[in-house]
Antibody, heavy 116, light 108 residues
């Protein structure tokens, strides 16, 4: 069974950066892209970007270009997403999920709170 | 960017009845559309991909239709566990994807 295990909740100051991890198990790590989405509590889903674990190629949503990056570590089957220059409106639950286009397995999410 | 617009924002339906949720794309997305269900405190769950193909273990009461710019998700014989949030997502503009704003399906 495919599982995506996400790192724990984070509290950050405005202007800081946050690194969130997503460890895959139950399937070949390089088989599917890993995507990141976020959801402000009570609001909808925003697609942030994705990474190809096979070669590290990335694509990011227009809104977050320049503030988001993604890397992968094949030795630990882990993808890491970094979001920099945090603002209060980055407070959200961050999800990783796998897929090419549609997303068939999701992590349980990581809450990030940005507050002074 | 392709904008996905779902309607209505909230749909009130009685258990046992059917519900039809709509999703409109601002541009042609062919059949590259997925539907997800999300319950409080949980991540989204894939229901439908390719506009009409049910994902693994999804009951037959969930059905998706449409292509191009107009899509629907129909849930027949609503069960208590079906009352949740539903999102559509287009993946035609790979590698850039967008979600709709969601429809809340609530008990009438």
């Amino acid at each position: 069974q495919v599982q995506l295990l996400q790192s724990g909740a984070e509290v950050k100051r405005p202007g800081a950066s946050v690194n969130l991890s997503c460890e895959a198990s139950g399937d070949t790590f390089t088989t599917f892209y890993v995507h990141w989405m976020r959801q402000v509590p009570g609001q909808g889903l925003e697609w942030m970007g994705m990474i190809n674990p096979l070669n590290g190629d990335t694509s990011f949503g227009q809104r977050l270009q320049g503030r988001v990056s993604m890397t992968r570590d094949s030795s630990t089957s882990t993808v890491t997403m970094e979001l920099s220059s945090l603002r209060s409106d980055d407070t959200a639950i961050y999800y990783c999920a796998r897929g090419y286009g549609f997303l068939d397995f999701w992590g349980r999410g990581t809450l990030v709170i940005v507050s002074s | 960017d392709i904008v996905m617009t779902q309607s209505p924002d909230t749909l009130s339906v009685s258990p046992g009845e059917s519900a039809t949720l709509s999703c409109r794309a601002s541009q042609n997305v062919r059949s590259l559309l997925a539907w997800y269900q999300q319950k409080p405190g949980q991540p989204p769950r894939l229901l439908i991909y390719g506009a009409s193909t049910r994902a693994t273990a999804i009951p037959a009461r969930f059905s998706g239709h449409g292509s191009g710019t107009e899509f629907t998700l129909t849930i027949s014989s609503l069960q208590s566990e079906d009352f949740a949030l539903y999102y559509c997502q287009q993946y035609s503009t790979w590698p850039q994807f967008t979600f709709g704003q969601g429809t809340k399906l609530e008990i009438k």
